[in-house]
């Protein structure tokens, strides 16, 4: 069943206004530029702000990232294997407009594709030498195991089951209901009218910010890893200057693709990252310790599902403890909130006409496999080296992380060659992040019409590259993690009635009475009254449209009864 007339007039009303940004694009673009003044003439003082925020948050209510992210993944599996699973994001006629393998490789890649080369070493390759919570001996297998486990904790379920809520909530709203594609409607449902004022324009704005912080992370990384990478294989110089000059081009790169589009752009960039992603992993698993990373990659998965609600809810007891918090989980998990709305906008956009099952699979199951796997291999092969070698991957990590993946590729033949693929991997998903980035920022600050006009997209993608690069200069990397940390706090508690939201829309919705067995007291109170051919339901080719709920009621209406 199509949207209703009066929501496809919001989405007709936000595209032809496209072009004249409202409250949420000003107020957005004061907050951001105040920002980039406040770094721009006291770096000292914005970093030191930045700090002591930091530490109260992981100090006092980090454990709410812990929570939030659990719960998330408790939906996610709730609503697969619930009766509304079958629900299409979408009209009952709509069917996805890209390929399966397409759509996860767009995923996979533009959600946070960079984290494989930033982190899929150098996390385990760090727990390694400095387990977790003192859970194993350093350099030991245990010890590989532990990492792994911490590892998957960080980049699994808990991360994708956060963009599964924001994009399952999004894809709803926009594909099925005709809503904007701003995060306010979507708590209509139990915030009501508020969400048409001033605290829905809050709520809106909340999502750029944080939105604008996890990205610039993400080009932060990107820049290191770059960096780090020329001057490996061409020697250049791996300085502050050079990573700020990496910032500015891929900004202009990411900048033009955003423009060209999601089919083009992002698709094509991503399909390109995932074929050289697979024959990198390949190459490495061959190559390297092959049957080490096999028997670790079981053990490992099965420690992660053994201690799964453990280490889910483990939180800090001590002041040591909390900085190592504040450097690994609850960065992690505040980093996966502040995508949140980014995210969820990109896979709603991508994602129209699959069913929320086959949603959840694809966003919560497959991408959590791959990085299991592909942070087994890569974080494996190190720690073998290391165990066989002289330690010198696990140090390397520990003084730099963005050393650790080129250390081990040195450990095995053809260095050059797969240090440039590398280089490569990282640009590409360096500009699918931003370039989806880009269009969400500019989504959401044009009044949530889902084609946002190029001069906004081209504002934003400026507005990005500069963001990053005076965090950088005001703190480096450290400072980037913070404000994705301090943004996402907020998100806490709107990820959290986004949840309450999706499944209270889905229950009120009569469209989908369809999908539950129809009660006694339905008949008998009149709130569902069907004649009995049509309970002579065949389960095996259960019909492809909802009931027509009304249609029904009225005929029970017109019948005497008796």
């Given at each position: 069943?199509?949207?209703?007339?009066a929501?496809?007039?919001?989405?007709?009303?936000?595209?032809?206004?496209?072009?004249?940004?409202?409250?949420?694009f000003?107020?957005?673009?004061?907050?951001?530029?105040?920002?980039?003044?406040w770094?721009?003439?006291?770096?000292?003082?914005?970093?030191n702000?930045?700090?002591?925020?930091?530490?109260?948050?992981?100090?006092?209510?980090?454990?709410?990232?812990?929570?939030?992210?659990?719960?998330?993944?408790?939906?996610?599996?709730?609503?697969?294997f619930?009766?509304f699973g079958?629900?299409?994001?979408?009209?009952?006629a709509?069917?996805?407009?890209?390929?399966?393998?397409a759509?996860?490789?767009?995923?996979?890649?533009?959600?946070?594709?960079?984290?494989?080369?930033?982190?899929?070493?150098a996390?385990?390759?760090?727990h390694?030498?400095?387990p977790?919570?003192?859970?194993?001996?350093p350099?030991?297998?245990?010890?590989?195991?532990?990492?792994?486990?911490?590892?998957?904790?960080?980049?699994?379920?808990?991360?994708?089951?956060?963009?599964?809520?924001?994009?399952?909530?999004?894809?709803?709203?926009?594909?099925?209901?005709?809503?904007?594609?701003?995060i306010?409607?979507?708590l209509?449902?139990?915030?009501?009218?508020?969400?048409?004022g001033?605290?829905?324009?809050?709520?809106?704005?909340?999502?750029?910010i944080a939105?604008?912080?996890?990205t610039?992370?993400?080009?932060?990384?990107g820049?290191?890893?770059?960096?780090?990478?020329?001057?490996?294989?061409?020697?250049?110089?791996?300085?502050?200057?050079?990573?700020i000059?990496?910032?500015v081009?891929?900004?202009?790169?990411?900048t033009?693709?955003?423009l060209?589009?999601?089919?083009?752009?992002i698709?094509?960039i991503?399909?390109?990252?995932?074929v050289?992603?697979?024959l990198l992993?390949?190459?490495?698993?061959?190559?390297?310790p092959?049957?080490?990373?096999?028997?670790?990659?079981?053990?490992?998965?099965?420690?992660?599902?053994?201690?799964?609600?453990?280490?889910?809810?483990?939180?800090?007891?001590?002041a040591?403890?909390v900085?190592?918090?504040?450097?690994?989980?609850?960065?992690?998990?505040?980093?996966?909130?502040?995508?949140?709305?980014f995210?969820?906008?990109?896979?709603?956009?991508?994602?129209?006409?699959r069913?929320?099952?086959e949603?959840?699979f694809?966003v919560?199951?497959?991408?959590?496999?791959?990085?299991?796997?592909?942070?087994?291999?890569?974080?494996?092969?190190?720690?073998?080296?290391d165990?066989?070698?002289?330690?010198?991957?696990?140090?390397?990590a520990?003084?730099?992380?963005?050393?650790?993946?080129?250390?081990?590729?040195g450990?095995?033949?053809?260095?050059g060659?797969?240090?440039?693929?590398?280089?490569?991997?990282v640009?590409?998903?360096?500009v699918?992040?931003?370039?989806?980035?880009?269009?969400?920022?500019?989504?959401?600050?044009?009044?949530g019409?889902?084609?946002?006009s190029r001069?906004?997209?081209?504002?934003?993608?400026?507005?990005?590259?500069?963001?990053?690069?005076?965090?950088?200069?005001?703190?480096?990397?450290?400072?980037?993690?913070?404000?994705a940390?301090?943004?996402a706090?907020?998100?806490?508690?709107?990820?959290?009635?986004l949840g309450?939201?999706?499944?209270?829309?889905?229950?009120?919705?009569?469209?989908?009475?369809?999908?539950?067995?129809v009660r006694?007291?339905?008949?008998?109170?009149g709130?569902?009254?069907?004649?009995?051919?049509?309970?002579?339901?065949?389960?095996?080719?259960?019909?492809?449209?909802?009931?027509?709920?009304?249609?029904?009621?009225?005929?029970a209406?017109?019948r005497?009864e008796?």
């Amino acid at each position: 069943m199509d949207a209703p007339p009066a929501d496809q007039a919001a989405q007709q009303r936000a595209h032809a206004l496209r072009h004249r940004p409202g409250a949420v694009f000003y107020g957005s673009i004061v907050l951001v530029t105040a920002f980039i003044a406040w770094a721009a003439l006291s770096p000292d003082s914005l970093g030191n702000s930045m700090t002591s925020a930091m530490n109260w948050v992981a100090g006092s209510v980090g454990w709410t990232y812990l929570l939030v992210t659990l719960g998330c993944i408790l939906l996610m599996l709730f609503l697969a294997f619930s009766r509304f699973g079958g629900v299409r994001l979408g009209s009952d006629a709509d069917r996805p407009e890209f390929s399966t393998w397409a759509w996860l490789a767009m995923i996979l890649s533009a959600v946070m594709g960079i984290g494989l080369i930033s982190y899929g070493v150098a996390e385990p390759i760090s727990h390694f030498a400095a387990p977790p919570h003192g859970l194993a001996e350093p350099g030991t297998y245990d010890a590989a195991v532990r990492a792994l486990q911490f590892s998957y904790f960080d980049w699994g379920p808990h991360a994708w089951a956060v963009f599964g809520v924001f994009g399952l909530a999004i894809a709803y709203s926009t594909h099925r209901r005709g809503n904007t594609g701003l995060i306010s409607p979507m708590l209509r449902p139990i915030l009501g009218k508020s969400m048409d004022g001033w605290l829905g324009h809050l709520v809106d704005i909340l999502a750029v910010i944080a939105t604008l912080f996890g990205t610039t992370t993400s080009l932060g990384l990107g820049a290191s890893q770059i960096s780090e990478g020329m001057n490996r294989v061409f020697g250049v110089p791996n300085e502050l200057f050079v990573q700020i000059a990496i910032i500015v081009g891929i900004t202009v790169v990411f900048t033009l693709s955003a423009l060209s589009g999601v089919n083009r752009g992002i698709k094509f960039i991503s399909q390109i990252t995932a074929v050289l992603s697979v024959l990198l992993a390949l190459y490495v698993l061959v190559v390297g310790p092959t049957g080490f990373i096999g028997n670790l990659f079981f053990r490992s998965v099965g420690q992660y599902l053994s201690d799964f609600f453990m280490v889910s809810l483990i939180t800090p007891v001590s002041a040591e403890d909390v900085q190592w918090y504040q450097s690994w989980t609850y960065f992690m998990m505040a980093w996966w909130l502040s995508w949140g709305a980014f995210v969820g906008v990109f896979l709603a956009k991508i994602s129209r006409g699959r069913t929320i099952r086959e949603f959840v699979f694809g966003v919560m199951g497959v991408p959590s496999l791959v990085f299991f796997i592909w942070f087994t291999i890569f974080g494996g092969a190190a720690m073998k080296f290391d165990m066989d070698g002289d330690g010198s991957i696990g140090r390397a990590a520990l003084e730099d992380v963005n050393s650790a993946f080129f250390e081990t590729l040195g450990n095995m033949p053809l260095v050059g060659l797969t240090s440039v693929v590398a280089i490569l991997l990282v640009v590409l998903f360096f500009v699918s992040g931003a370039d989806a980035n880009t269009f969400v920022l500019s989504m959401l600050t044009s009044r949530g019409a889902l084609e946002p006009s190029r001069l906004v997209l081209t504002i934003w993608g400026a507005l990005t590259g500069v963001s990053a690069i005076f965090l950088f200069l005001v703190g480096g990397l450290g400072a980037l993690q913070q404000a994705a940390m301090i943004s996402a706090l907020p998100f806490t508690v709107v990820v959290a009635l986004l949840g309450i939201s999706l499944i209270k829309s889905l229950k009120d919705d009569q469209e989908y009475d369809f999908t539950r067995p129809v009660r006694r007291a339905d008949l008998d109170t009149g709130v569902l009254r069907v004649q009995k051919k049509a309970l002579r339901m065949d389960f095996k080719n259960p019909p492809t449209s909802s009931l027509d709920v009304n249609k029904i009621k009225r005929g029970a209406a017109e019948r005497p009864e008796g």
